[in-house]
Structure formats: structure tokens, C-alpha cells
């Protein structure tokens, strides 16, 4: 079993998951990376280095979710921070225009997987949080978890969800050493944004993300930081 702390960061392949893996890679965390597609998996190996592992699997099935966490568990046996940064943005237009398959696997991407996911790595959380009193879970979520963005409905409803989901398991792990923070970025950089009207250089860097979960790394366990909201700069950058 590692003795150092280890991390396990779903979407970790590519865009805002492969910048946080990276960083907590540099934080002395040993990395499991999980993804669905296998060639995105294999490029993340290739530029992170052979040390981290990476596991394919569909999150939003059940049985691949707990797949994934035991491969996790047989490789280093602890887990002291989980980082849920996996979805899917779907297509965007008027609510009416979306079938029931297009919003079942929205809401399953970017909501259902996140809760079984946390629900399996619950207790090895609640075990390094007795032991330590630092495990952390990230919700990478968005601010149309807020505000609502035109477009994409049933995303912002998926987005609100998750955000939910982080308050609530936060008081049920309240006093088990165990911190709960979602992060609600703007704009980022990524493929998923291929459709905002917004210029690339205007947008945030995954890396900003990651720098966040650097800070919930670096504070004491008396600093309960329950949302990091990131904002594109005003004016010209």
C-alpha cells in the first residue's frame, strides 16, 4: 500500500481532469485517472509519466463505476482524495428539442455518475479522513449550476444537481475529516467549449482549476471551503 496520499480523478484523461491529475501529481498524491475513451487514456499516460494509473470505464454504469474503484483499491489501497471532473455538455438548443435519450445521458454523465462514483469511494474517504482529517472531494461543476445558461437547460439542471449533491454530502461527512468543495468555473479552455462565443484567450485555463485544488490541498482542516467560483476576467487580458 502507497504511503503516500493518493488521488482518484475521474475525467482525468483530458481538459479540466488531466490539469488537476497533473497537480496533484506534483503535490506528492500518487493518480488514478479514469476515462471512458481509451485512446485519451493512453495520451494522458504518455504526457503525465507511467507512474499514474489509468483506468477506462463508463461512469455512468454501476457496475463499471465499482469496477473502477476496486482497480483503484487493488493498486494503492486508500484514497485520500477524490475529484469528480467527468461530464458531458450534450447539444445545445431550446429545451423542446431534446429527446428523452439525449437527457437521460445528461443528467447520467454529469450528475448520476458523480453520486456513484462518491458513494463507492465513500469509505476509504471516511478512512483517511479518521486517520488524517484531510480528505477532500472536488465536484467540478459550472457556474450554470448558478445561474442558468441559455441553450443547455437540462446541463445547467445537471450542473445545479451535482452542486446539491456537495452540500448535502458535506454535512453527512461533517466531522469524519473529510472537506467537500465544488468548483463553478466560467468559460474554460477545453473541448467542450468549442461552441462558446467567446475567444480562447478570453476563456480560463484548465490549469486555473487546478491551482484551486492546490489551495483546498494547502489549508487546515478548520477551513471548510465549500464553493471556488472562477469568473473570466473583465477587459481586455
Not at 458513494?119 to 478512512?127: I, S
Request: charged share 25%; net charge negative; aromatic share 2%.
Amino acid at each position: 500500500m502507497s504511503a503516500r496520499r493518493v488521488a482518484l480523478v475521474a475525467g482525468g484523461s483530458s481538459g479540466i481532469g488531466l490539469e488537476i491529475a497533473r497537480a496533484l501529481l506534483a503535490e506528492d498524491h500518487d493518480v488514478t485517472i479514469v476515462g471512458r475513451r481509451q485512446e485519451r487514456l493512453e495520451r494522458a499516460v504518455e504526457e503525465l509519466g507511467a507512474a499514474v494509473h489509468a483506468v477506462g470505464a463508463d461512469l455512468t454504469d454501476e457496475a463499471a463505476v465499482r469496477d473502477a474503484v476496486e482497480a483503484h483499491a487493488d493498486r494503492f489501497g486508500r484514497l485520500d482524495t477524490l475529484v469528480n471532473s467527468a461530464g458531458y455538455g450534450g447539444p445545445r438548443g431550446p429545451i423542446e428539442d431534446l429527446d428523452v435519450a439525449q437527457i437521460d445521458r445528461i443528467l447520467a454523465a454529469d450528475l448520476r455518475a458523480t453520486i456513484l462514483l462518491t458513494r463507492e469511494c465513500v469509505p476509504m474517504l471516511r478512512a483517511s479522513g479518521a486517520e488524517h482529517g484531510r480528505a477532500l472531494v472536488v465536484n467540478v461543476t459550472s457556474v450554470a449550476a448558478r445561474l442558468g445558461v441559455e441553450s443547455v437547460a437540462a446541463y445547467s439542471a445537471a450542473k445545479g444537481g451535482v452542486a446539491a449533491f456537495g452540500r448535502a454530502l458535506a454535512a453527512d461527512l461533517a466531522g469524519a475529516g473529510v472537506q467537500v468543495t465544488t468548483l463553478l468555473p466560467g468559460y474554460v479552455d477545453t473541448p467542450m467549449s468549442n461552441w462558446v462565443p467567446v475567444e480562447r484567450g478570453e476563456m480560463l485555463a484548465p490549469a486555473d482549476l487546478a491551482e484551486g485544488v492546490r489551495l483546498l490541498l494547502r489549508v487546515s482542516p478548520a477551513c471548510h471551503i465549500a464553493e471556488l467560483r472562477f469568473e473570466r476576467r473583465a477587459g481586455p487580458v
